[in-house]
Each structure stands twice: as structure tokens, then as C-alpha cells.
């Protein structure tokens, strides 16, 4: 089915997994952690944990995304008995400031603003991602973060805020993010249109986020491509014809 991208205004991005290569900040932190006390996990198996455990920490009452990643460290160390030090219990969230755009990401971005308006949707603190922001290259034209929205996607509290922020329309917006959990669930079942960026992974198809549940037509993205350059080729393309 072809998408007719004029009649979206704005575009916005989940950020880690995403525009950001999050899996080269969380897989050699966890190894790190990991081999310091004798063990050892597939890169796969990381993620699989990683997912697990950081939805959990997400679930329920809010906590600041520091604290989430400070909770996954703790929950690797009581799956594999053993004690985390303080300075690996921070390690995770420490990293985040390290962590570096995919090499498509900037390039693809510019390319999109010439066309559309550009925000994010991050489960992130405030603090973190303005660091983050630095390395991506554009103005974003609105931020909605987690701390914000006192609530994790995939958590409809957060794509509302966007759609109340923005002063959007459903129709309007399309929303693109690599998991299908926390990015393209929530925003169908609010009737915004999804591009599922479905990028190479340690563990294919998912990386290290939670499996999806429900139907398969509640899972079924508009559009799936590898990466954001892939996007801004098929956005410029047709905007060229």
C-alpha cells in the first residue's frame, strides 16, 4: 500500500534503537558487568534480558529513567547471583552519554526537515537526552520524553502528549520507531500512522526490547524499512514525482 506522506505535517522518532545506536552503548556496559563476576551471555541473550527486565522497571508507579537502568544492572546481578558494585549499578545509565547516532541517522534527518516537522518520543530523562540531542545533528521542532509525561511507552499518556503539544491530529503525524512494543502498537491503537524501522540487530527483528503481544493487525506497521535513510529516500522520492 503507498503512503501518501504529504499529508503528515510532523514526523516523529522513538529515539534509542532508533536514531541513536543504543545496543553498541548497552551490550559492551553489560558484558563488562557481567564478566566481572564470572559470567557470560550471547549478545542476544543480553538483549533478551535487557528487554525483559527494563519493561519491568517500567511498569508501575514512574521512576526516572536513571533509576530504570540502575534497576536492569540490579536485576542481571539477582538473575546471576551476584552482587553489582556501585560503580556498575551506575554503569548503564552512565553510558547513555556515550552513545552515538546510527551513521544514517544525521544525514537522513536533515533530509526529512526539508519536508517535515521533526519531533521525538523518548522513554529518557530530560537531562540525558539534552545531551543526547547534541549528537543528532537538527533542531527538533518538540521533545516529549518520559520524565515529562511521567509515564514509559508503551503508555498512550505519551503519544497524547505529543498529539496535545504539537496541537496535532492523529492524520497528521506518523510516528517511526524500532519497536514494535513500545512505538507501533500504542500509536495504531490511536490512529497514527507507523513506519517500523526495522534496523540490524544482535538480536534480529526485536533487539533489546520487550516482544510484542496481541493481534497480528495490531502489530502490522504501515510502512518497514532497515533505517532512517531508507525513510528519507522513500519520503523524497515521492515528493519529487
Known sequence: MRMDFSRFTTISFDCYGTLIDWESGILPTLRGVLGSHGQSLPDAGILEL????????????YRSYRDVLQGVVRAFADRFHFEATTAEIRSLHESVYAWAPF???????RELQKRHKLVVISNIDDDLFAETRKRLGVEF???VTAEQARSYK???N????????????PDQLLHA???????????????????????????????????SGGLASEKRPDLEVPDVASLAAVVMTQAQE
Open 141 to 143: 521542532d518538540g521533545v
Open 50 to 61: 535487557y528487554g525483559e527486565f527494563e519493561a519491568e522497571a517500567e511498569s508501575g508507579r
Open 154 to 156: 508503551p503508555s498512550l
Open 177 to 211: 520507531g524500532q519497536s514494535i512494543y513500545h512505538d507501533v502498537v500504542p500509536a495504531r491503537s490511536l490512529g497514527i500512522s507507523t513506519v517500523w524501522v526495522n534496523r540490524k540487530s544482535a538480536r534480529p527483528g526485536i533487539g533489546a526490547v520487550r516482544a
Open 103 to 109: 551513521p544514517d541517522t544525521v544525514p537522513a534527518l
Open 158 to 169: 505519551n503519544f497524547q502528549m505529543a498529539l496535545r503539544n504539537f496541537a496535532l491530529t
